[in-house]
């Protein structure tokens, strides 16, 4: 089915004037369509969710339905209120002429349309401390809004994402193989990842283990809190909205808090090859905290942030151990370039993990403070 003849299938007001291949995401693939008439101009957002990566394409918009509407609802409430500093926004789901949230083409795949938010737009690297903390008010905000939803009302996108466990057992059976012992025998560095991987056995199950013994709430996360999916409002300088919303899951808000200082407080990046550059940037952590906090701090319990510091060294411990066990597999889950890149990916987040321990006590009177 041409591009064409499927987007006209949307409720969108106007004639089609261009759709052309939009942003530089690596999983959906995504197109802007923009739509006039005599007196205003539309622009919304095409996508195929990709079943390569998530197998129950309808379960993510039925997901995606749910989370909008929630969160739709709540900000209406709260303008009306005047709670808000700013004007919050979510993208939205245009509905097919024949009212379903989405349109199934000949091949089986799922298309969908959705709001462009306008006038505002991401960044790839955090920007300096500004930036940041409107990057942690902006995930604060969502989690704010989906904190009071029923996890059992979403299908979980990607079971097993985020679990460090099941990531260990994972590791645990790579090593098992022949390949993986050929590899450790044969390398200084892997050695020195898999004793790394050792003497923090114990860190890979601080979350888990807190939320079987009642002390964490299952709650709503994200799920890929990169600050690429942190919109940044172009005449405000404000956080205005969180995007990519398909892997939104039931789980520990603590997954989002970690991951999204993790990438945005390590501005050398997740390739750098020369491991002096790789440093936790406290300067941004306490700026994103401040933010978050403002917006989240209104229903964090008690032991929610007694576990906060557990997740900021727990991230990068987790995709190390991801990059190491997919080396030590062959590197048959992520993409690389060379043999040793899932190698050296894994030095660099154990790096930054490293970092973040020397900072402890630093770090915890942050958040004590927050």
């Known amino acids: 089915m041409e591009l064409t003849v499927l987007v006209n299938k949307f409720n969108i007001k106007g004639r089609l004037v261009s759709l052309q291949p939009f942003g530089n995401g690596n999983i959906n693939d995504t197109f802007l369509a923009i739509y006039r008439n005599t007196f205003t101009e539309t622009q919304v957002i095409l996508q195929r969710v990709n079943r390569n990566v998530f197998p129950d394409p309808q379960a993510i918009m039925v997901n995606m339905h749910e989370v909008t509407k929630h969160c739709h609802e709540k900000l209406e409430a709260d303008a009306a209120a005047g709670r808000d500093d700013r004007v919050w926004q979510m993208p939205r789901i245009i509905k097919a002429k024949d009212s379903s949230d989405y349109v199934t083409d000949e091949n089986g795949d799922v298309w969908r349309v959705i709001t462009r938010i306008m006038s505002a737009h991401a960044f790839d690297v955090a920007q ?217 990916r894994a030095r660099v987040q154990f790096r930054l993990c490293e970092s973040i321990e020397a900072r402890e006590r630093s770090i915890r009177g942050v958040l004590a403070r927050l």
């Open 128 to 344: 300096g401390p500004e930036h940041a903390l409107e990057c942690g008010a902006a995930l604060g905000h969502f989690h704010y809004l989906i904190s009071d939803m029923d996890p059992s009302t979403i299908r979980d996108p990607l079971p097993g994402f985020h679990i460090t466990g099941g990531y260990l057992d994972s590791y645990d059976k790579t090593l098992e193989t022949q390949g993986a012992k050929d590899l450790l025998t044969s390398s200084m560095e892997a050695k020195r990842m898999a004793k790394f991987i050792e003497e923090r056995r114990s860190l890979a199950l601080c979350l888990e283990t807190a939320e079987k013994n009642g002390e964490l709430a299952k709650r709503m996360f994200h799920g890929d809190p990169k600050v690429n999916n942190i919109m940044i409002d172009d005449v405000t300088g404000k956080g205005t909205a969180m995007i990519d919303l398909d892997t939104v899951s039931p789980g520990l808000v603590h997954v989002d808090f970690g991951d999204a200082l993790r990438s945005i407080c390590n501005p050398a990046g997740e390739e750098e090859t020369n491991l002096a550059k790789v440093v936790f940037d406290e300067d941004l952590a306490t700026a994103f905290c401040k933010g978050y906090m403002r917006e989240a701090g209104s229903f964090l319990t008690d032991a929610d942030r007694a576990y906060l510091y557990d997740s900021i060294r727990l991230l990068p411990f987790e995709l190390g151990l991801r990059f190491f066990q997919d080396y030590l597999a062959g590197n048959v889950y992520f993409k690389t370039s060379k043999p040793e890149q899932n190698l050296n």
